[in-house]
């Protein structure tokens, strides 16, 4: 049986179009970010989505209440779903940033433990969420082709995708940023008898027993609407 798995990133915040840094800041959709929430909204629904799941930050919960409206689901809440702490980087521009740590956000996109001063590394990331993940498979026997949809932040997503996909730590850094409102789609098959639960390298595995028995594949990264909304 095909489980199907839906990452969504929440709509654009003020802090996103002036390119600062947010973390775990509670920030707030903008106007555009209302209109991207509640399109993607409607272009998933057809999808019949059977649950949702979202971080606690209120840009991603309104981003996924836009899609549990069109869908007539409740959001379940998790704050493992939240994104990257940045320490005492979060409320700074990226040129703030880079004057202050010269070449340090270089080094923490491509150093998966690497972590801000202050701050969480990817790999933290990635165990927090790859929770969520697993708890879900353990408990939804019944889950097949309708997705699952989580819905959070770009930094979490990308690190999760990582995990699940037990990439190499070193590789966790392939893939690139993912905009507003698009999203990430897996699918997750039965393991082959004989196959290992995870490359020993990759430091994050399953954490069920259920998970164990999982092999996820990626089907889609950075999917949108098109064209975006908001493009001209």
Not at 26 to 52: C, F, K, N, Y
Not at 127 to 151: K, Q
Not at 217 to 229: E, H, K, M, S, Y
Request: proline share 7%.
């Amino acid at each position: 049986m095909t489980r199907r798995l839906i990452l969504l990133r929440h709509g654009q915040t003020h802090y996103n179009a002036s390119l600062r840094m947010q973390g775990q800041l509670d920030t707030e959709l903008s106007e555009l970010g209302v209109r991207q929430a509640h399109a993607v909204g409607r272009v998933l629904a057809p999808r019949r989505p059977w649950t949702i799941l979202s971080s606690d930050l209120q840009r991603a919960h309104e981003t996924a209440k836009a899609l549990a409206t069109e869908v007539g689901l409740d959001v379940r809440t998790d704050p493992r779903l939240r994104e990257t702490h940045l320490g005492t980087w979060q409320g700074m521009s990226h040129s703030e940033v880079d004057g202050q740590w010269p070449d340090a956000r270089v080094r923490w996109r491509s150093s998966p433990r690497w972590s801000p001063p202050e701050g969480e590394s990817r790999l933290d990331v990635a165990r927090r969420t790859r929770e969520v993940v697993d708890e879900l498979v353990e408990s939804s026997p019944d889950w097949s082709e309708h997705p699952a949809v989580i819905v959070a932040h770009g930094g979490a997503i990308a690190a999760l995708t990582a995990s699940l996909l037990e990439l190499p730590v070193e590789q966790y850094s392939v893939f690139n940023g993912l905009g507003n409102t698009c999203w990430v789609q897996l699918s997750a098959h039965v393991r082959p008898e004989g196959t290992a639960a995870q490359p020993p390298e990759s430091e994050v595995g399953p954490t069920t027993e259920a998970a164990r028995g999982v092999l996820w594949r990626l089907d889609q990264w950075n999917a949108g609407i098109t064209p975006p909304v908001g493009s001209s």
